[in-house]
């Protein structure tokens, strides 16, 4: 098992390697050049201006060439910094910190709220293949799958306001109230949700269509094993694989939604400091959020790949 995890870690160096030079490159090519924003905000005194504007582009060096400053950004990535905001020149680790909390907070409940359902009605859409109670769910999960999560999210705030009821738009840690930090999160991770339950679910009942017409199957109800044995001892643990798969390679689909739920919903997680840095122009900001949320998506795939292996055996000798 040491061997296989270690190997799995190996192979995720190149693709981090490569999600690093996607977002360097990104930023580089954009036309507008930093410095001149920057200097434009600070001062509109033409002598100062040009001092000012070398200096910007002697810190952040961009008065060398494109892979002089590659490695100049991946060795100070290696240190632990991924540089400082434009306008108060915080740095945008701390600024991704303070903000990650609100971000996994709403991830957890999501991942909770759609797991915990995909499976319920996945599990029994399988056992009443072809009913009315199957076609039934088939047709609200496809709907829950092809709604954008900014439209349910809209939706989540519009109808419920007909009734004169409008969710916190002030933020409350969770130590701090409890009772309203969960009042507000619910509500944007019931719809986040809704989106990755859709796909979920449809995955669960295939998986488990599947799983249910193997030998084994048959050979347990031929023992006389009650049904609530069968699907939870034989047929989930092995039908689950390719779900857990699955929901690995959907994360990309909840950090994305985050994003504008947040947006939606007046969260200060992440998904919001990327908003707010686009509509500024804080490039180190961006840099760093897209980074991050590259670097989650890689690392969350890896974790995929290892609990894989606990699950199946086999793949341990891939």
């Known amino acids: 098992m040491f061997i296989f995890v270690t190997r799995r870690m190996l192979m995720a160096i190149p693709t981090l390697f490569l999600v690093v030079l996607i977002v360097f490159t990104a930023v580089r090519v954009v036309p507008t050049d930093i410095a001149d924003l920057l200097v434009a905000e600070s001062t509109t005194t033409q002598g100062n201006s040009e001092a000012m504007k070398a200096q910007i582009r002697k810190e952040l060096y961009l008065d060398r060439a494109l892979p002089v400053q590659f490695v100049f950004y991946t060795t100070s990535l290696l240190k632990g910094d991924i540089g400082r905001s434009a306008y108060d020149q915080k740095p945008v680790a701390s600024k991704i910190r303070e903000a990650l909390p609100v ?152 950090l994305g939604g985050s994003v504008i739920i947040e947006s939606v919903f007046a969260l200060p997680g992440v998904g919001t400091l990327t908003i707010n840095a686009i509509r500024t122009k804080d490039y180190q900001v961006i840099q760093g959020c897209v980074l991050f949320f590259g670097a989650i998506v890689v690392f969350m795939n890896l974790a995929v790949d290892v609990a894989y292996g606990f699950i199946d055996p086999r793949m341990r000798r891939r």
């Not at 991942?111 to 599990?123: K, R």
């Not at 072809?130 to 088939?138: P, Q």
């Not at 989930?236 to 909840?254: D, E, H, K």
């Open 103 to 254: 971000t996994m907070e709403m991830a957890l409940l999501a991942i909770t709220l759609s797991t915990s359902m995909a499976l319920v009605i996945g599990i029994m859409s399988a056992l009443r293949q072809d009913t009315f109670y199957d076609y039934g769910i088939r047709v609200v999960t496809t709907f829950a799958f092809a709604a954008p999560v900014f439209w349910i999210g809209t939706l989540a705030i519009v109808l419920p306001a007909r009734w004169g009821y409008f969710p916190p738009l002030f933020f409350a840690p969770f130590l701090e109230n409890p009772i309203a930090n969960l009042q507000q999160f619910l509500v944007p991770a019931t719809v986040v949700a809704l989106n990755l339950m859709g796909s979920v679910s449809r995955m669960v009942r295939s998986s488990m269509l599947e799983v249910l017409r193997q030998d084994y199957i048959r050979t347990a109800y031929a023992k006389g094993l009650q049904t609530k044995v069968v699907i939870m001892r034989h047929a989930l643990r092995n039908g689950f694989i390719p779900v857990l798969t699955f929901l690995g390679l959907q994360l990309s689909n909840l």
